[in-house]
């Protein structure tokens, strides 16, 4: 893929649409392998448009840590086990790509409830 998006890059930006599905009453949100009915209602939050690739994009990957047990104010995860699961998975992976950075990781997992199932998929527009 990487070598696709450069090359796209090269003729075009690159599209990526945001998706959420909506929870609907009595679907789960503590067991993640159980999939929501098709007929749920599936909202498109964004676009987000990659124009240029970045210089160096191995040293720019290491330096990223995405928890997704810390979303952005005002967003709340669900009771999905998965999201402690994936801080610390994703922790280690950081720690072990950029260890001079280790010494200021924290991780800290948020509680809450959302009606909303973080299911993002992205798609590479021609």
């Known amino acids: 893929m990487v070598d696709e998006l450069a090359a796209r890059l090269a003729q075009a930006p690159v599209n990526f649409r945001l998706k959420v599905q909506l ?3 009595g679907d789960t949100t503590k067991d993640p392998s159980q999939p929501w ?31 997704p047990g810390q979303p952005t104010k005002g967003i709340e995860t669900s009771d999905d086990p998965m999201v402690e699961i994936r801080n610390g998975a994703y922790a280690v992976s950081f720690s072990r790509r950029a260890p001079e950075h280790f010494p200021m990781l924290q991780c800290r997992v948020l509680g809450g409830t959302s009606a909303i199932r973080g299911a993002a998929t992205g798609k590479i527009e021609p």
Do not use: M, W, Y
């Not at 448009?49 to 995405?66: G, M």
């Open 23 to 25: 929870a609907s009453p």
């Open 37 to 67: 009915p098709d007929r749920n209602e599936v909202v498109e939050l964004g676009v987000l448009t990659i124009d240029k690739p970045v210089a160096d994009s191995l040293d720019a990957q290491n330096k990223l840590l995405c928890l």
